[in-house]
């Protein structure tokens, strides 16, 4: 234990402290304030008598002409602050010339680490979850209907999932911190990943699975299911996936198959899909969970054992 | 294992590759010594002091800090032993007073103690108006001497400098040099790595010299001299111009003594030893006079470049 609790302390203050969260903070508050403002315009044009879950629909709706949603907006924030969060950890410690001075203290050297990790995650939770809280209480103001206990468990389940996304994120750039000297280069690699993931998965998806499977407007249903499976099979090498697909599963409790692809022909076929209840969605999505922590476990192990195993030179 | 020595390497070696940056270095040093490093860039000075703070495992050979070994049992070592870096760097968002309190709880003082000694070492390093000041906003001495409290903030017994002086002004310069000395005088061991012979000279009891990876000479400075320019000969100097025929004859019976030489206006005594006991004596009873004798001092630079010459 020696000098974890003082070392997260210290790292989580700092966060709260520094302009770079003030931003961050801002940015995601505004835009959790309008998705939540124009979900509550458009909500009764989707909602009617028979609709169950109204108020996770708070969560899902976007403006007709602005395509705009909490989910799309979230999984767009959360990489940024996971890299924000990491991409200096080690290497700024190691250029101001903070690392040898620390690591001269009677603390283990992992703590470092460990105690940074912690502070990031404890910052990203309660960034989450209070941005959710600030668009579900909106949102009650605005709609007045409160939400039922499924729906609350739902919305906790969506921020811890958000928050593992996160901490995805941050170990990935905490790697890159502990990889490259140059807080800089650091950062521009995470984010040239996370460019690249987001920008390029569906184009590569499309096209192995286009050229495996070709499929056009007259294509049988089978041809269309295999396109379909291929495509998100190829999908969920990006983290971004298994995150999209999280969280449909828990704000879309009518999701039986967790494509929206699958959930539209199944809503034109004249099935009438009924929601799943919570275990059953988390069931569905377990896959992908578990490939999220994986995920985080590895990059964050690799830059353990690459941060343990360095030796400490003065310059 | 001798518990007196504080700071004990035996054959210390440290490889990278082909080059061998440490090289069967031997180092022993008692409590309230201290020992400065001397050496050009490169010789090896701070990747011993790494192996000392563990930061670095050594190819070959032990070290002993304290009695432990700082690559086995680093938590113990570290709880006794201040290190300052050669780039000596502070979170510089924080002020002087908040990065001396973060170092205190890593350390695991008492929040009173804490505060207390903050403001006791910040008095000492002379930044007592500035403890409330943003570290960023520091010169480079300032930032040394915020180093030398917070190495002091744990109270340790052994003290280590890397190059504490490099890139200061002479003022800020003899600033650190007294603090290190303050430090000395409370019984606490130190070993500073440092290129200024002039200033390691005064507040060093010994110095080791070295030249690619190895410890070259290791000694008092005096003891040093003597051997790298004299041969190991112990020149006396009384402060007469001329001996008288008797007191010559006396002097020349003392077991030990190899000549006599006048120069300028003093009298040079050449011996292998020490004599300078005898030779007070005969000097007493031959002219009733208690003379101050001197034995030779010697610059470090001299000795410094002598060796480098010969390696």
Not at chain 1, 74 to 97: C, H, K, Q, Y
Not at chain 1, 185 to 206: C, D, G, P, R
Not at chain 2, 34 to 46: E, F, H, R, S, Y
Request: with cysteine; hydrophobic share 50%.
């Amino acid at each position: 234990m020696a000098g974890l609790i003082e070392i997260f302390r210290k790292e989580l203050v700092d966060n709260f402290n520094s302009r770079r969260f003030l931003i961050l903070f801002v940015l995601v508050y505004l835009a959790g304030i309008a998705t939540v403002y124009i979900a509550a315009q458009n909500i009764r044009s989707i909602v009617n008598d028979t609709t169950q879950y109204v108020f996770l629909n708070l969560f899902i709706v976007s403006g007709s002409n602005i395509p705009f949603s909490f989910p799309l907006f979230m999984s767009v924030f959360i990489p940024i602050i996971g890299i924000a969060l990491g991409f200096d950890a080690i290497n700024s410690e190691r250029t101001s010339g903070n690392l040898s001075r620390l690591l001269a203290q009677p603390i283990y050297r992992d703590n470092v680490i460990n105690g940074k990790f912690c502070a990031g995650l404890a910052l990203m939770a309660v960034l989450i979850f209070s941005v959710v809280a600030i668009v579900a209480g909106l949102g009650l103001r605005l709609i007045g209907v409160p939400p039922q206990a499924e729906e609350i468990l739902r919305l906790f389940m969506f921020i811890l999932v958000s928050i593992l996304y996160g901490a995805f994120w941050m170990s990935l750039a905490i790697l890159f911190s502990t990889l490259f000297k140059k807080t800089a280069t650091s950062a521009l690699s995470s984010v040239a990943l996370w460019m690249f993931l987001f920008l390029f998965t569906a184009l590569i998806a499309n096209l192995i699975a286009g050229t495996v499977v070709p499929i056009n407007q007259n294509s049988p249903l089978e041809d269309v299911t295999r396109y379909d499976n291929l495509f998100r099979m190829i999908s969920r090498v990006s983290p971004g996936t298994l995150y999209t697909e999280s969280i449909q599963a828990m704000l879309l409790p009518l999701m039986g198959n967790s494509s929206p692809t699958m959930m539209l022909i199944g809503i034109y076929s004249g099935l009438n899909p009924t929601p799943l209840p919570l275990y059953q969605s988390l069931l569905l999505v377990w896959p992908q969970l578990v490939g999220l922590v994986a995920l985080t476990a590895i990059c964050f192990a690799i830059a353990y054992v690459k941060f343990m195993r360095e030796e400490i030179r003065a310059t | 294992m001798n518990n007196h020595f504080v700071i004990e390497t035996e054959n210390l070696s440290k490889a990278y590759g082909k080059l061998l940056a440490v090289d069967n270095v031997s180092i022993k040093l008692a409590e309230g010594e201290v020992l400065g490093l001397l050496g050009p860039n490169g010789a090896g000075k701070t990747t011993t002091i790494l192996m000392l703070m563990g930061f670095s495992e050594p190819t070959s050979g032990s070290v002993r800090v304290i009695g432990y070994d700082p690559a086995r049992e680093p938590i113990k070592v570290k709880k006794v032993v201040g290190y300052m870096p050669e780039k000596i760097g502070f979170y510089e968002d924080l002020t002087a007073a908040e990065n001396l309190t973060y170092t205190g709880r890593l350390n695991d003082l008492s929040e009173a103690k804490i505060k207390a000694k903050v403001g006791e070492l910040l008095e000492l390093v002379g930044l007592k108006d500035n403890g409330d000041q943003v570290v960023g906003k520091f010169s480079h001495g300032m930032k040394q001497r915020l180093g030398i409290a917070d190495v002091m903030i744990k109270e340790p017994r052994v003290a280590i400098f890397d190059e504490p002086t490099a890139g200061i002004d002479p003022e800020g310069t003899d600033q650190v040099l007294n603090l290190i000395k303050t430090m000395a005088r409370q019984k606490v061991t130190v070993l500073i790595s440092s290129h200024q012979l002039h200033q390691v000279q005064k507040i060093c009891t010994q110095v080791g010299i070295f030249s690619k990876g190895k410890m070259i000479a290791c000694g008092p400075v005096d003891k040093l001299g003597r051997e790298a320019l004299r041969k190991g000969q112990f020149n006396i100097i009384l402060p007469i111009a001329t001996l008288a025929d008797n007191l010559r004859k006396e002097i020349q019976k003392i077991n030990g003594v190899i000549g006599i030489e006048n120069v300028a206006d003093t009298v040079v005594i050449a011996a292998d030893r020490n004599v300078s006991q005898e030779l007070e004596k005969a000097v007493m009873k031959f002219t009733g006079l208690k003379l101050q004798m001197k034995i030779e001092e010697f610059e470090l630079e001299e000795i410094y470049l002598k060796y480098f010459r010969e390696s």
